[in-house]
């Protein structure tokens, strides 16, 4: 097991044990989460919590790490690890959604092949624990966001520039929207943005409230079938040259894509899809900080060179504790008219690659002449020529993704949980407070 130095970016001790030190005013302060208890050799503790950070309870907003509700981390004599997890309410239909995620999570570290999930249920302390700290992230958290905790985000992401990454961003990103889900992308290649082209934008971002300490950009909205993309880019900000060069260094380039994150009013989102630069850079080590929950799809094309450049790009999405969720082919082989089949940049690299870094191939997008002209007119392929090699490629991605990799998450049935338990935490730190003043001596005169 490895131990997480102060200075290590895996440390894993609570900031909010820091910062409650520090606070000052009339508030409790935040109850401390108890480490979960660990049984078995071989349990790297600091790595399996980290992953597990990227778990969110989507009532409330926060990861289950620092909601407390881990409780045991088990290796067990046939090596599989256990993972026992306290809900606040036993019936609530969430706890498939965080089985899922939880095992996701754990299963891509490294040395783990079986994860067993087991819950329990919270005591009425931990419960008002829970509370109190829900009710403090809201309040205090570092990097606010309009972004819902139920929306499903996917950081599509490349070792190589040229391998299609961009486009098969917008061809999920219509294909969702198309289903009747709202679908946000973020085009977090600033210096090469494509968003605004691949999807047929041309009106600029909107900005209102300026100063007022609220989100000051409003995303471009285009509706797609029963649904709605809401885009934001570089290329739709006014006074953006689409043929200038951005010259900004790492520092400019996060910032740029904090603001992006931060400072937009999102809505209601079931979606995100964000489209990285490529390679591995300050963008990428920056998203794992600033929206930890999100899931990796590496895209690759079928060449040895793309391939083992896409591996990187897996190994630096789990240092820092991002889920890789499987491997995209781009630019596979296609099958004539007459059955024979053109490999231009060869084959099976994509399920090389994904046996390589040991997460699943989600799909092959072939070689298709179909896919320039519709990228060129702003539409995609999988809309406008759905019955061609790509366009069923990537209809069947877009099912993949769906029910597998990232289902849509329902909160509907547990939205009164969810409800009773803020209410119930501003209903308490009330309380708390009004007899803490009745207890101040009275010094009017």
Not at 96 to 102: E, S
Not at 307 to 331: C, F, H, P, S, T
Request: charged share 25%; aromatic share 2%; net charge negative.
């Amino acid at each position: 097991m490895t131990d997480a130095s102060p200075n290590d970016p895996t440390d894993t001790v609570d900031p909010t044990d820091r910062v409650v030190a520090e606070r000052a005013g009339d508030e409790p302060p935040v109850p401390k989460v108890a480490e979960p208890r660990v049984e078995g050799t071989d349990v790297d503790t600091a790595a399996i919590m980290n992953a597990l950070r990227g778990v969110i309870d989507p009532e409330l907003g926060d990861n289950i790490v620092d909601l407390g509700m881990v409780k045991l981390l088990e290796r067990s004599a046939d090596r599989a690890m256990h993972i026992t997890i306290a809900l606040t309410t036993a019936g609530c239909p969430l706890r498939a959604q965080l089985m899922r995620d939880t095992k996701a999570r754990v299963a891509s570290l490294p040395g783990i092949d079986v994860v067993k999930i087991h819950f329990g249920e919270m005591t009425a302390d931990e419960r008002s624990n829970v509370m109190a700290r829900a009710r403090w992230k809201a309040r205090d958290n570092a990097l606010e966001t309009d972004i819902p905790s139920s929306c499903r985000i996917l950081a599509i992401s490349s070792g190589k520039g040229g391998v299609g990454k961009s486009t098969v961003t917008a061809n999920l990103a219509v294909l969702l929207a198309d289903r009747g889900y709202s679908v946000g992308v973020l085009d977090a290649d600033v210096g090469g943005f494509s968003m605004p082209q691949l999807l047929g934008i041309n009106t600029e971002i909107e900005g209102e409230g300026a100063g007022e300490g609220k989100a000051v950009m409003k995303p471009v909205e285009k509706r797609v079938g029963e649904g709605a993309l809401r885009v934001v880019s570089m290329g739709s900000i006014a006074g953006t040259n689409e043929t200038e060069a951005i010259m900004w260094r790492g520092l400019m380039l996060n910032r740029a894509v904090q603001h992006f994150i931060e400072d937009v009013q999102w809505g209601e989102l079931d979606y995100l899809l964000i489209d990285m630069p490529p390679g591995t850079s300050d963008i990428q080590m920056g998203l794992a900080r600033m929206l930890p929950r999100t899931d990796v799809v590496i895209v690759t094309t079928p060449a040895k060179a793309a391939q083992q450049v896409a591996a990187r790009a897996a190994d630096m999405a789990r240092k820092g504790y991002l889920r890789v969720a499987g491997v995209i082919e781009n630019m596979g082989p296609s099958t004539n008219p007459d059955g024979t089949v053109t490999a231009v940049f060869g084959s099976g690299g994509g399920k090389r690659l994904a046996e390589d870094i040991g997460v699943p191939l989600l799909g092959s997008i072939p070689l298709d002449p179909a896919v320039a002209p519709t990228s060129d007119a702003g539409t995609a392929v999988a809309t406008e020529r759905p019955d061609s090699p790509a366009g069923r490629a990537y209809r069947e991605l877009a099912n993949i993704i769906v029910t597998d990799v990232a289902p849509p998450i329902e909160i509907s049935e547990c939205s009164l949980r969810g409800t009773l338990i803020r209410a119930g935490a501003d209903l308490e730190g009330a309380r708390t407070r009004a007899e803490s003043r009745q207890r101040e001596p009275n010094t009017t005169t």
